[in-house]
């Protein structure tokens, strides 16, 4: 049995897709009256046109879906550690799949670290990469990284996660895999102000460009392999959201760009991210140019031509 956490747009389709190709699934949100809702339409608002198959078993029931073997954790990245916390089980020895992509703001954690902290003793793992959950739910072919330190725990995981249309590659760079899933939607979102306030198509190749050499280099601190950065989780995820407008972060940027107001309820993790890089990159003195930029800008310290400004306003320097 799995169980997904978080019923949104990505648990839901994850949850649909491993239904699909015959696994037994338990998918968990926090509000009954929306699950109850859910399990009788089999149908969601965030995923229009989806019909959640029957091998879903739908609840409310937090302890009831903790007790599955496997753990799906989509939920977002600010709510990760509250989640966990409200389980009372121990969940010792189980394996914890982190499905969110962001670094904690609290503690400057990626999600493996906010899982052990949280539940000591269990397996987190971390599953991200480049797919838009209405492609997941829709069958649509999609590649992610399942990335888990404790290589036999990961090679489970790759074999129980993957289905006929979800390929999943296997790593034991958790960290590498994190930085690049979290780092991404903060460059999503440089890129959309960039394109949104006009600047064109080649400021967005050279700020993912740069962007690119951001999460190499955090990674790389952080004890990342470089080759993880170029894979699924980093360049990957990077050319997908900084290029799309079925990207939240990337509309979100653009609306900051084009001074226009966005519907504060959506989730945009690259916000409380790039506060939390801002932070970590300031602790370990590290060149963090643009993740800083976004920081000020979501935050609204500094306005889209300033931004633009202090990144054109830098040392010329080799590359
Ligand atoms: N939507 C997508 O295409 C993809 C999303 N992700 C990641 O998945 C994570 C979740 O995003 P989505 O499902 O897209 O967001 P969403 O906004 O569709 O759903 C978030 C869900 O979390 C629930 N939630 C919020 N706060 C909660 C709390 N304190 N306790 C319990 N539940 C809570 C909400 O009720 C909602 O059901 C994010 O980290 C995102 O980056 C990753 C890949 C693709
Ligand atoms: O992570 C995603 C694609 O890989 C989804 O991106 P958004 O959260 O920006 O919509």
Redesign the pocket.
């Known amino acids: 049995m799995i169980g997904v956490l978080?019923?949104?747009?990505?648990?839901t389709a994850l949850a649909v897709a491993l239904a699909r190709d015959g696994r037994q699934v338990m998918l968990w949100?926090?509000?009954e009256g929306t699950m109850a809702e859910m399990a009788r339409s089999r149908e969601t608002a965030?995923l229009p046109g989806v019909t959640l198959p029957e091998g879903i078993e739908i609840t409310a029931d937090l302890a009831r879906a903790a007790s599955a073997e496997t753990l799906l954790l989509?939920?977002?990245?600010q709510?990760l550690s509250?989640?966990l916390g409200s389980i009372e089980s121990p969940l010792e020895g189980r394996k914890l799949v982190a499905?969110?992509?962001?670094i904690d703001l609290a503690t400057g954690e990626g999600p493996s670290h906010v899982i052990a902290h949280a539940k000591p003793g269990t397996l987190p793992a971390i599953l991200t990469g480049p797919?838009?959950?209405a492609d997941i739910a829709r069958g649509l072919p999609t590649a992610l990284t399942l990335a888990c330190e404790d290589a036999e725990a990961g090679l489970v995981l790759q074999h129980v996660l993957s289905t006929k249309t979800l390929r999943l590659y296997r790593s034991t760079d958790v960290t590498g895999a994190e930085v690049g899933g979290a780092l991404k939607?903060v460059m999503a979102i440089a890129c959309g102000a960039c394109i949104g306030a006009g600047f064109g198509d080649s400021a967005r190749a050279a700020l993912m460009t740069r962007g690119f050499a951001e999460m190499t280099r955090l990674a790389v601190h952080l004890g990342a392999k470089p080759e993880t950065v170029t894979g699924l989780s980093g360049l990957g995820d990077l050319a997908l959201t900084c290029t799309s407008e079925l990207s939240r972060n990337y509309r979100y940027g653009l609306a900051l760009g084009r001074a226009e107001g966005f519907d504060p309820s959506?989730?945009v993790?690259g916000a409380a991210t790039a506060r939390a890089v801002a932070a970590l990159a300031e602790r370990e003195a590290l060149a963090m140019p643009v993740s800083g930029v976004v920081a000020a800008l979501t935050e609204g310290k500094v306005t889209i031509s300033e931004a633009l400004d202090e990144l054109l306003s830098r040392p010329l320097k080799e590359e």
Do not use: I, W, Y
Not at 99 to 102: M, N, P, T
């Open positions: 978080g019923a949104g747009a990505f648990g949100g926090r509000n965030r989509a939920v977002p990245m709510t509250a989640v499905c969110c992509k962001g797919s838009f959950a939607n959506v989730t993790e």
